[in-house]
């Protein structure tokens, strides 16, 4: 069955316990998962080849019943049309509490799992279509007056085109302003250019690369070329997210080919060349196990910032310092 978007509380997950999100606006499907699952219990991820390397634990998994939770919410994520084949096993069998969410990206009107949820009314798909200018716009204006944040309208305009059409990037924007204001300083033209225009002094992404390759001394030497501040904390966590995630993937590929050159070669997006050398020391420098601790422990660190605000840089800095010894 397919729904719109905008028809995401017309979800009940325990009347449609599978349900596929498909498309490029990744922004706005993390924020229907957010919706759909209502805050229910903390949802256990899993990549698709996690899942096709390993069908047998992961089918375990999802009808074995747990001592803590009485209900289970399962995301997939980066699924094709390959996990169809064990989507089918488990619609065959009762979920009892257990609830699948399966995160894909653009799926052609001829895929075979895409068209498994379209005729099927036991099940849900909904596509997400990349946000035009205006939709930005009237998030951000919604954004700014549900925090009672003042705000030109010409500045809301230089926000979104920041953007690139990306609602990720809008949020990651304004959540550096709301963190911004929440620690008492003024809004204005002056400082909001500064705020959105971070990532084009010493990159941010250059900071984190460091760190994931475990170069302190290069660490040290860009956080004393940069005055970051408070507001700068959660563009540098996101980053610094992303950046795990991304290294996982490729370390995950290179412990299946054995073949350094191939796995960053066929990185998808692709690789710079200027950046292929701290990627090759990244992945040998992690365990697999080691870096899903680590996104464990920077969304933690998201928390514990948040709560901290006129700290938080501090919290950050000592936090990137730490994860930066071999």
């Known amino acids: 069955m397919i729904l719109k978007s905008y028809e995401i509380n017309k979800i009940n997950l325990d009347n449609h316990k599978i349900i596929l999100l498909y498309g490029k606006n990744q922004g706005h499907k993390n924020e229907s998962i957010k919706l759909i699952t209502n805050k229910r219990v903390k949802s256990i991820n899993y990549e698709e080849k996690e899942i096709l390397e390993n069908t047998t634990n992961f089918l375990e998994s999802i009808f074995s019943a747990s001592l803590f939770d009485n209900e289970k919410i399962i995301l997939i994520k980066r699924a094709t049309d390959k996990i169809l084949k064990i989507i089918e096993e488990i619609s065959i069998k009762d979920l009892n509490d257990t609830k699948i969410i399966i995160n894909s990206d653009s799926l052609e009107k001829k895929s075979k799992l895409r068209k498994f949820f379209e005729i099927n009314k036991n099940y849900i798909c909904i596509p997400f279509y990349p946000d035009n200018e205006q939709t930005l716009i009237k998030l951000a204006y919604n954004f700014f007056k549900n925090k009672k944040i003042s705000i030109a ?174």
């Open 153 to 326: 309208q010409s500045e809301i305009n230089q926000i979104v085109n920041k953007c690139n059409g990306d609602r990720q990037n809008l949020n990651t924007e304004l959540e550096k302003i709301e963190f911004y204001v929440k620690g008492g300083k003024k809004l204005t033209s002056e400082n909001l250019s500064k705020l959105i225009n971070l990532n084009e002094n010493y990159s941010v992404i250059e900071l984190v690369n460091h760190c994931l390759a475990k170069n302190k001394k290069q660490i040290i030497k860009i956080l004393n070329e940069n005055n970051y501040a408070n507001e700068d904390s959660i563009l540098i966590l996101r980053v610094f997210l992303n950046q795990s995630k991304k290294i996982l993937g490729l370390l995950r590929e290179y412990e299946k080919n054995q073949n350094i050159d191939l796995t960053i070669s066929s990185s998808k997006p692709p690789i710079f060349w200027k950046d292929k050398e701290i990627t090759k020391k990244q992945i040998f420098g992690w365990k697999q196990e080691n870096l899903k601790k680590l996104i464990y422990e920077i969304n933690d660190v998201e928390l514990l910032i948040k709560n901290n605000i006129n700290s938080s840089i501090n919290l950050i800095t000592d936090f990137i310092l730490a994860k930066s010894v071999s």
